[in-house]
């Protein structure tokens, strides 16, 4: 189903992000859970995309058993780095006749070098002289000329994702730009922005009032990940850069850090209300990073009674 219809026909859409697994005990694991997401009944399921296209194979895999053996609604990610027009429009061919209906249009993460033993973690690097498209909205509005050709059986084509930055984009210090950025993508074709994973919505909220001042008028998705683990929460610190942790949250969870299941309770609490307050406050959809494990989100489905 087309992005536009999903969410005309929904006051609030749920729904969820998964990665392709990499080994045979990981991809059965994930199917022994879908039973779990699938009676939660998503609005739509996202895939995504390793950096560099590195997970390509198994992201075009997962999306197809997805829809097809799932009957889910699949939204597969699809980024820039490391591709040429040929390539994509040989990926975008292959979705389209497979019948998938939208696609989340991403810069999407540089490929990290090997660090030699006894230095310093490495920092993203990539070669991207003979990359076609150097910005999403590159991508998105490859993704519209494609649309445009009529090579997709719905008329309208992809429905198109794009990503937002509550916090911040960490490479772009110029948050006015930040916005004149996200405007260019939705004004090049998006249907719609999920955004990063924050903690505190008083971020969202302001986030989604400077999008009404720049008149951004797609519909915009909150990103929830409840934390679990502090070694999950360092983890997310670190790939997320710009997204801020409270410090009420960081207090609560290091005051039970001895305790795991304390922890990861205080984890799901603060997403819950996180849900329960956006929800109240007009969301049009809260879009969960479930990191393949479906126990975190159905205690949030359970207590919101969703």
């Not at 990499?22 to 859970?33: G, P, S, V």
């Not at 997962?62 to 097809?68: A, C, E």
């Not at 030699?116 to 909205?137: C, E, G, L, M, V």
């Not at 991508?139 to 992809?158: M, Q, T, Y």
């Amino acid at each position: 189903m087309h992005v536009a219809d999903i969410f005309s026909s929904n006051p609030i859409t749920f729904s969820f992000e998964f990665f392709p697994p990499k080994t045979e005990d990981a991809w059965e694991d994930l199917f022994r859970r879908i039973a779990d997401f699938q009676s939660m009944k998503p609005a739509f399921v996202s895939v995504t995309y390793g950096a560099g296209g590195s997970t390509r194979e198994r992201t075009h895999e997962l999306v197809l058993r997805l829809k097809d053996e799932c009957k889910l609604d699949t939204v597969p990610h699809l980024t820039c780095v490391g591709h040429t027009r040929a390539e994509v429009g040989g990926i975008l061919e292959r979705y389209a006749q497979a019948g998938v209906s939208n696609i989340m249009a991403l810069r999407g993460d540089l490929p990290r070098p090997v660090a030699p033993a006894s230095t310093t973690p490495p920092q993203p690097s990539a070669d991207r002289s003979k990359d076609d498209f150097k910005y999403a909205i590159d991508l998105v509005k490859f993704i519209g000329e494609f649309n445009a050709e009529g090579r997709h059986s719905d008329p309208r084509g992809f429905g198109i994702g794009v990503a937002g930055f509550p916090e911040g984009h960490p490479e772009t210090a110029n948050c006015l730009k930040e916005m004149d950025f996200l405007k260019a993508k939705v004004e090049a074709g998006a249907d719609y922005v999920c955004t990063q994973m924050f903690f505190d919505n008083r971020a969202f909220y302001d986030w989604r009032e400077r999008c009404e001042l720049a008149e951004i008028k797609v519909p915009l998705v909150a990103g929830i990940m409840p934390i679990t683990t502090i070694a999950g929460m360092k983890r997310m610190a670190e790939l997320s850069g710009g997204t801020v942790f409270p410090a009420r949250l960081q207090r609560h969870i290091y005051r039970c850090q001895d305790d795991p299941e304390a922890v990861k309770r205080v984890g799901i609490h603060w997403a819950t209300e996180q849900c329960r307050d956006l929800m109240d406050n007009g969301v049009k959809g809260i879009h969960f990073y479930t990191l393949n494990r479906s126990d975190s989100t159905i205690q949030i489905y359970k207590t919101l009674n969703l």
